[in-house]
């Protein structure tokens, strides 16, 4: 059976990130097939890429198929003409994410921190922008119980927290697992994140918090999906890549030992008697080649458009065709200046609002911290030169309703909300904007549309332990990868451990 955290899991051991995300190290040990096989990649995303590497590191001969010009599927930094850069995807990656670090690490790419919480930055509430150490500014705006006059990311963590403090050791390790035998984490999983804080505080109070939070915005998720995400990223230090998080993309790229081919677009993969044939579109012109094996990485709006012969699995075919995805935008702002740096102080952090742009990301490359008294971090220039560079600001992270409202704007409309709405926290900004650009991840690609994947109520115990089982079962030769299968969505983390796994699993099975 199919489990992207099988060879890492430890159930009978207390529970540890550590354990849980860490990379097994070479994979040599588990290849048992003496002849090499030629093996295809479908996507060249995080997981097609780190699947590709590995196989190339056995000296598998591997072909790589993506079907945009592009690689690195979520992860793309916008480079500006002067070297500045932004994330449109992924853009941090906590420490515990032993993988992801595993590859950073062994190719020597830099990182710094990633700054998280920045006291001096923005709450903007019903017209009303205070800092975020000033949040109680904010109380007289709702009609809050005594006990909900608090830092809205406190009440959060708190409502999560006392979940999570409820679990025992091994509930803690089925949060990961395929299936779980719960019954406390089966309620969890039958209701919405929104249902449950709905059911734990009065109204204004979840107004105030779902906003402030974005928690509102996880009405479709399930309380377990969303208990993992709190979990998984919860109080652990977070890193950036310096150079953007391509660097990681073109460092894995450079030491694929195989052809890597773009625009293509997958049609149909074949069973036949001595391997798999894959059937592909590039320029207009049909092609074909037959494999020993395939690892489809590609996400599951994508693979529900490719036909295969013969059909999945019944049980597979409806995870792959019912699973939900997230909409998710950013809009960058390339300044002159940073504003935010010389008038307001701010250096890294987040600002959240009610407005359509939700979350403002500032750069943490000049944040040094000056001290930490009462867990409201406090930070200061690194080089107060910096302030007066050319810059990128992340001034708008839509998730859901934002982000799908934002879709259906015109361009030069999109830029005009954006800039006024981020005018509300920095009014300033104006003047030292001179270049906008927008990235809707619906919009990206047609056949991967969304941000990242996430399991509505009941959907993890009807969809996971069947989503992403190698097929056929009894003669295993199409393997599957990608953020859909991990348990834990929307990270790289997951998304590089269903690599490992499929790799594990394709040159483990034993040869006729």
Known sequence: MFNPYYHTQELDSPFSFDRLYRHPGSLSCYDQKIPRQRIAIIGGGIAGLVSAYELSQLNHQVTLFE???????????????????????????????????????????PKRPFISYNSAAFYYLKGQKVSLSSCQKLFSLYNLLPNEQKDPSDIYEELLEGIINSLSEPEKWELFAPFFTSDRLRKYDSLSVTDYFRSHLSTDAFEFLGQATGAIHYNKVSLLNGLIDFFAWHRVEQYELIGGMETLIKALVERISGAIKTETKITSIQLTEQGVKVNWEQFNQANREEFDAVICAVPATALRQIKFYPILPEKQREAINNLGYCSASKSLLHCTRRSWELEQGIYGGGSFTDLNIEKCWYPSDNAKLANNQFNQPNFVAQNQGISYQ????????????????????????????????????????????????????????????????????GDREKYQPFMGQPYPADNPRVFFAGEHLAINHASLQGAIQTAISAVINLVGVTSD
């Open 67 to 109: 079907a945009s010009s592009r690689l690195g599927g979520r992860i793309k930094t916008h480079y500006f003409p002067d070297g500045t850069y932004g994330e449109l995807g992924a853009m941090r990656i906590p420490a515990s994410h032993g993988c992801t670090l595993h590859y950073i690490n062994k190719f020597d790419l």
């Open 390 to 457: 050319p810059s990128v600001l992340t001034a708008a992270y839509r998730w859901e309703d934002n982000s799908r409202k934002f879709i259906n704007l015109e361009e030069s409309d999109k830029t005009d909300l954006t800039l006024r709405e981020i005018s509300y926290l920095h009014p300033e900004i104006k003047q030292y904007t001179d270049d906008i650009i927008h990235s809707i991840w619906d919009e990206e690609n047609q056949s991967g549309s969304g941000a990242y994947s996430y399991f509505a109520p």
